[in-house]
């Protein structure tokens, strides 16, 4: 019922940047959190970063002071700007919403590549 897309993966240079964007669609929902995972090939899926409805945020410490998150609650969008990306950056990035709808449910979208190459 709830729908997660994402945008703005590509292939980028060491020290270059990229704007994720996801977007949850659906009706009579509330996202209590939103963020950002990642799983690179022969790596377990991560927390990239997340932030709950109240603007709390959480960062994984290998993007801390690279990695921004953002969200609009209104319309339920999220976004994550990510600078100075390196190779070990490379990975399928998933937009993550858990979200209270008749109950609390996790929903992921389907990814989008991210390719940092040195």
Do not use: H
Request: glycine share 10%; proline share 2%.
């Amino acid at each position: 019922q709830v729908q997660l897309v994402e945008s703005g993966g590509g292939s980028v240079q060491a020290g270059g940047s990229l704007r994720l964007s996801c977007t949850a669609s659906g009706s009579n929902f509330r996202t209590v959190v939103m963020g950002w995972y990642r799983q690179a090939p022969g790596k377990v899926r991560e927390l990239v970063a997340d932030m709950r409805s109240s603007g709390n945020t959480n960062y994984a410490d290998s993007v801390k002071g690279r990695f921004t998150i953002s969200r609009d609650n209104a319309k339920n969008t999220l976004d994550l700007q990510m600078n100075d990306l390196r190779p070990e950056d490379t990975a399928v990035y998933y937009c993550y919403a858990n979200v209270l709808l008749s109950t609390f449910r996790n929903y992921w979208g389907e990814g989008t590549q991210v390719t940092v190459s040195s």
